[in-house]
């Protein structure tokens, strides 16, 4: 996939200085470009690699002022980085506008779909399923019976979608992400041994979702797990039965939400956090990486630690912690002299 810098400069608006018949064909950082490729500069650090790039086009903000000689076309925008961003967007856009349904796949007679649906091949569509307009389920996806999944959703290869859970509009499910698993529901009985409890609920995931590959959301034991608009899951996150994680919240990679805990909106949690079952955690909370959650969290606290503390007390208490080798020597130091004062 080609484009020249007046086709570039046309999606962004933007003007051309140099070639305007140049042709890209991907994508680097300016200090790695080759000849074929797009690199733009935003960070004043990185201005001296303009003069010696091999990248064709380089886009640069409209205020730039060339100080040497310089081989790249340049196109020059308001805002450099934004304006790359949008070609980043424009590009996966095109890349991924695949269209109709491939041989062979599995499409159950009772599920529907609406227009412009992508279907890769080996890819299942179980009963009752409803997909909305604009859904692309690549290769090797998984849809299970009474499914529905809203318009301008994309299923990357290798998804689990278990049956019944609900999707909303312009989400985003990454390879490898299993939604609507049974949750971990095991009673020991009298003997020691442990009986499955049935996971009879379901998943609901709202609007301009994304869950990262290797994602799982487990299937409430009753009632929904329950992921809520805006919200951007990482990889590798576990999110067990009943959860609830309100809006616009992320989490990054290898979290742990044990069952029934409900998170606020607008949340910010680090990676390898792990929270306890049961417990409610407020609005606008930021928990640091690899902190511990075990109490109810009010909102707007930011913690860190395990089991965590707010964050102004972990530091300083860190201060100390880091220190102790230091204080038990002046401990034991004033103890000897207490000991020597005393015998004398």
Known sequence: ???????????????????????????????????????????????????????SI???????????????????VEDARKAFSTLLEYYNQVKLNKSGIEEPVF??????????????????VGNNVKIGHNVKIYPNAYIGDNVEIGDNVIVFAGAKIYSETRIGDHCVIHSGVI??????????NEKGEYSKVPQTGNVIVGNHVDIGA????DRATLGSTIIKDGVKLDNQIQIAHNVEIGENTVIAAQTGIAGSTKIGKNCIIGGQVGIVGHIKIGNNVKIQAQSGIARNVKDDEVLQGSPALNYGDYNKSYVHFKNLPTLAQRLHTLEKKHEDNERK
């Not at 991907?26 to 790039?53: D, V, W």
């Open 1 to 55: 996939m080609k484009f020249t810098a007046a086709q570039i400069a046309g999606i962004l608006e933007g003007e051309v200085e140099g070639n305007a018949d140049v042709e890209v064909s991907k994508l680097s950082k300016i200090e790695e470009g080759t000849e074929g490729s797009l690199t733009f500069l935003a960070n004043p650090k990185y201005t001296s690699y303009i003069y010696s790039t091999e990248a």
């Open 58 to 76: 380089a886009i640069v903000n409209k205020d730039f002022k060339v100080e040497q000689n310089i081989s790249t076309t340049l196109i020059r």
């Open 107 to 124: 499409v159950s007679d009772s599920a529907s779909y609406g227009e412009n649906i992508y279907l890769g091949a080996f890819s299942y």
């Open 179 to 188: 939604v609507g698993a049974d949750g971990f529901g095991f009673a020991p």
């Open 214 to 217: 290797g994602t799982t959301i």
